[in-house]
């Protein structure tokens, strides 16, 4: 690492608990729903048992479920106080995780690039791709949730709806979680981590901080409308330190790791 380089804040403590509690739900949801899906397979009977057994692993992926509802609540206040204490730039502006037309525009300038007809977009506070991933959350935890719900408590809900609900309920919750699964472990760990930029990492979720250079190069519309504005500077930090360090890779690396096996498993049966 080099040590005369400089450091600045992108996400502060808050944020990086909650995606932490997404990223062990996210996981813990994966690794007990999967097998309960696929027990019909030899690793799915397999990873069910060496979790404790079916039934363990369904109370398993109902406590997973339970953090999914926690951190999605608490993003869900964190928003609302800033909305209610009149804090500009929530729904519109380069810090709001609202589509808005630039995101469009950037887009396409972001594919000409690929194809090499034109130079690389410069991106403000989120690209348009971590707004996607961003509202697919929101998207994941309304469907696959609420249908989770559904099944979970069938003899509530039942009291007010018909009964081919629960039978729909199934086919959303499991075609829906085997849809993120997919997209996380591919699209997502391609775009945060493996892309030859990021690769074979970005600590940046466990330590909240960028280098100077990594932030004039991804985010190069923040960092000079930071500048311009005289805030850039509130935003310098120290370098990581070496346990933080370490911790980004052993969390980072597992979690990775877990991703690929179990995207390894589904297309293995897939192609069977």
Not at 196 to 205: A, C, H, R, T, Y
Request: positive net charge; contains cysteine.
């Amino acid at each position: 690492m080099n040590g005369g380089a400089r450091y600045y804040f992108r996400l502060n403590l808050y944020h990086r608990i909650l995606h932490g509690m997404v990223i062990v739900s996210f996981l813990g949801l994966a690794v007990t729903g999967l097998p309960l899906k696929y027990s019909q397979t030899g690793w799915g009977w397999w990873l069910s048992h060496l979790l404790g057994g079916p039934f363990t692993t369904g109370y398993l992926h109902r406590f997973f479920a339970i953090v999914t509802f926690c951190y999605f609540a608490l993003h869900l206040g964190y928003v609302a106080r800033l909305i209610l204490t009149g804090r500009r730039g929530v729904f519109w502006g380069p810090a709001s995780m609202v589509p808005q037309p630039r995101d469009f525009v950037q887009l396409a300038q972001h594919v000409r690039y690929f194809l090499g007809l034109g130079p690389r977009p410069r991106f403000d506070r989120w690209a348009y791709w971590e707004k996607f991933d961003y509202w697919a959350v929101f998207w994941g935890v309304a469907v696959i949730g609420a249908s989770g719900l559904l099944l979970w408590f069938p003899t509530f809900f039942a009291r007010y709806l018909p009964g081919w609900i629960f039978n729909v309920a199934i086919l959303i919750h499991s075609d829906e979680a085997l849809l993120a699964v997919a997209f996380i472990f591919t699209i997502h760990f391609f775009n945060v981590h493996l892309r030859p930029e990021k690769f074979p990492m970005d600590p940046v979720i466990f330590t909240g901080r960028l280098e100077e250079e990594e932030f004039r190069r991804e985010h190069a519309a923040e960092y000079e409308r930071l500048r311009a504005e005289g805030r850039l500077e509130t935003l310098r930090a120290d370098p990581p330190p070496r346990w933080m360090r370490n911790f980004s890779r052993v969390a980072g690396f597992t979690a990775l790791a877990i991703g690929i096996i179990l995207i390894w498993l589904i297309v293995a049966t897939a192609l069977r």
